[in-house]
């Protein structure tokens, strides 16, 4: 007996009714207001990228300011999946995605009018709280949509699509918006999109949660909180500044609380998130390959529009179209993969999507300040095709694996995966491009105070070579960004390797995964 059967002979055993699938075009619609929840946070995670040079300029926070600004939402939202994936399977998820939009939008005029460092870190924060009950909810009312898995992969390709379509309109219009207005208005355009998604989400969207949840333990969500936020900051803070014995006393306690969390879910009759679903290898394998893909990526992707723009001296709508074929890439991936898992085989669409991450990144490790658009379109390109393939199939691998009552937990792993992926990737391979950075040599009669701000960051040396004479600044810039480049490159190389040791993982891990065929009653 198939999982799939299983789960319809205990529903019907147990006298539980099974809920029918919606009518065929109002699940489509639903979908398409999911997509307005994954556009809003595509959105905004590209264009803070685009926005940090005018953002370090106007607020000119220093080197781990910016670090902070630029992972401290990945932090929060890693820390918070689980457990709000866990609150949407207990009250509905639709009414967890309609709440979570609203304070999205909200908090978005905060980090818009963010008048210092410290301000933007506060407001990138309370996104992340946002931000996680959105994602979750997302997935997981696909799984719950979606009752034939054929149709169900082409919905998560068509999700993964518009995360990938969010990530390339970002630039573009957060280009535009820089070039005409302040860097805060960046943050200003998740508000349409938000009352589109809630106005429209209350009319299309079905509502869907567990029948029998159990309650929502208040205890096991600090614990997470605690134990990711504390584990993540001591990864970075060890990373930038060495190992101190304060940054071990906080990765003892992030351990000691994420043990605690483990031990308390394995013992609760209602976990946030039940254990027993790592037992199954394709959930294991694919949640792994998410985190480590991630991993390899997120550092280099923080930077490349800083690289654009600082050291090839494009504009932000240049820099911006500059990265959409890596989303032309990931959507035509994305929208073939759950085809071609099931043609060829789920492990070689993951291996392949990945290794053609890492030849993406391996071709990062030659970019000059003279390299040409065309270049770096084909890289780009490759990338986002390796990506959207890798990632789709694992997403559908995630959502197969586990009954639909579970499906916001189960989501918010694959989420939380990727989110750390993103923080330790942020914190690992930025903190090589910081320290590679820092060591550039100063040329002669150079201030001091000068000095120090260019070292900062490299958005810090732009601008305090303004107050140089033009030889001097010249010769600062040189040298700040033929160090910038270095970095940036050592930081690809590191990215490629983790690539392509993932790939080989997930060749073993996933080997015997396939994709469910028949339809779910």
């Known amino acids: 007996m198939t999982s799939t059967e299983r789960r319809a002979h205990g529903a019907n055993g147990a006298g539980g009714a099974v809920p ?37 300029e106007d607020l000119k926070p220093s080197g781990t300011q910016l670090l902070w600004i630029g992972d401290v939402y990945s932090f929060i939202i890693a820390g918070l999946l689980v457990s709000m994936g866990s609150l949407g399977d207990r009250i509905g998820r639709k009414k967890l995605l309609l ?43 696909i799984r719950n949509i979606f009752h034939d898995p054929k149709e169900r992969s082409l919905a998560v390709g068509i999700w993964g699509a518009a995360a990938s379509a969010g990530a390339a309109v970002g630039p573009v219009v957060g280009g535009f918006l820089l070039e005409h207005f302040w860097w805060g208005s960046v943050f200003l355009i998740n508000l349409p999109v938000m009352a589109v998604l809630v106005v429209v989400g209350i009319k299309l969207l079905p509502e869907s949660k567990d029948p029998n949840p159990g309650p929502w333990d208040l205890l096991s969500v600090a614990l997470s909180l605690v134990g990711m936020v504390a584990v993540v900051y001591s990864i970075k803070e060890a990373a930038v500044h060495g190992f101190r014995w304060d940054i071990a006393v906080t990765a003892v306690i992030g351990v000691g609380a994420l043990y605690w969390f483990v031990r308390r879910q394995r013992s609760l009759p209602s976990p946030l998130l039940d254990m ?36 090839q001296g494009r504009s932000p709508l240049n820099a911006g179209l500059i990265e959409l074929p890596a ?3 990931a959507v035509l991936a994305g929208l073939s993969a759950g ?4 043609r060829v085989s789920v492990r070689s669409a993951v291996s392949g999507g990945l290794v053609a ?8 490790t030659v970019l000059t300040a003279d390299t040409s658009e065309v270049a770096l379109g084909c890289a780009l390109f490759l990338g986002g095709l390796g990506a959207g393939l890798a990632f789709t199939v694992t997403a559908d691998v995630i959502l197969s694996s586990v009954p639909k009552e579970q499906a916001g937990a189960a989501s918010a792993v694959s989420e939380t995966a990727y989110e750390l992926g993103a923080a330790l990737g942020i914190a690992l391979l930025g903190s090589i ?8 040599p100063v040329p002669a009669g150079v201030p001091a105070d000068v000095s120090a701000a260019a070292h900062d960051s490299l958005g810090g040396a732009v601008e305090s070579a303004r107050v140089l004479p033009p030889e001097q600044a010249t010769a600062l810039l040189d040298s700040a960004r033929d160090a910038f480049t270095d970095g940036f490159q050592t930081s690809a190389l590191i990215g490629a390797l983790v690539l392509f040791a993932t790939a080989i993982a997930a060749w073993f891990m996933l080997r015997g995964q396939k994709l469910e065929d028949g339809i779910e009653h």
């Open 327 to 329: 989303a032309v890439g």
């Open 357 to 364: 991450v890492g030849l993406a990144l391996g071709a990062c």
């Open 433 to 440: 491009v910081t320290g590679i950075y820092r060591g550039f």
């Open 99 to 141: 709440t979570g939009a609203v304070a999205f939008g909200a908090v978005s005029v905060l980090n818009a009018y963010a008048s210092s460092p410290e301000m933007m870190i506060v407001a990138r924060a309370l996104l992340g709280v946002a931000g996680a009950t959105l994602m979750p909810s997302t997935l997981a009312l």
């Open 276 to 311: 027993r679903l790592f037992q199954h290898k394709g959930f294991s394998g694919a949640v792994l390959a998410d985190l480590l893909t991630i991993l390899g990526l997120a550092g280099l992707v923080f930077f490349l529009s800083q690289f654009l723009q600082l050291v």
């Open 20 to 56: 029918e699938p919606i009518a065929r075009p109002g699940r489509w619609l639903a979908l398409a207001v999911l997509v307005f929840a994954v556009l809003l946070v595509a959105v905004d995670a590209t264009v803070l990228g685009l926005a940090t040079p005018f953002l370090s």
């Open 339 to 342: 085809y071609f898992a099931r």
